[in-house]
């Protein structure tokens, strides 16, 4: 038997009226969706803090902390109150996509260029 109702439908019926299949369709697809963002969540690197900026681009508190200021990073940034959460790989994109902010042991545009 397939089924030809839509998650969206399935949601939208009693759970004492499913069948077992789809009951388990239900579930596997939720499951499926989980997966992929437990694989997502995993693939990113999360810091805290001043002093995960500062870890992020090796560099002391205090230029973490005008890093953040900036404004650069702003969009890899999460606060929660006085709780900072960064993503680390999306603060380092952020970073060399604005060339303003130097990553520790990477070479600069203009170090490039030299011949």
């Not at 969206?8 to 997966?35: C, H, N, Y």
């Not at 437990?38 to 090796?58: M, P, T």
């Not at 230029?63 to 999460?78: L, P």
Request: charged share 25%; glycine share 6%; net charge neutral.
């Amino acid at each position: 038997m397939t089924l030809n109702m839509n998650i969206d439908e399935l949601k939208q019926k009693p759970v004492a009226m499913m069948t077992g299949e789809e009951l388990s369709f239900l579930i596997d697809s939720r499951m499926a969706t989980w997966a992929t963002e437990i694989a997502s969540l995993s693939q990113r690197r999360i810091y805290y803090g001043i002093e995960g900026i500062a870890q992020i681009f090796g560099c002391s508190v205090p230029t973490a902390n005008r890093i953040k200021k900036s404004g650069v990073i702003d969009d890899a940034i999460t606060q929660i109150d006085r709780q900072i959460v960064i993503d680390g790989n999306l603060a380092l994109e952020l970073a060399k996509k604005a060339g303003t902010i130097r990553v520790k042991g990477e070479k600069t545009a203009k170090e490039n260029d030299v011949h």
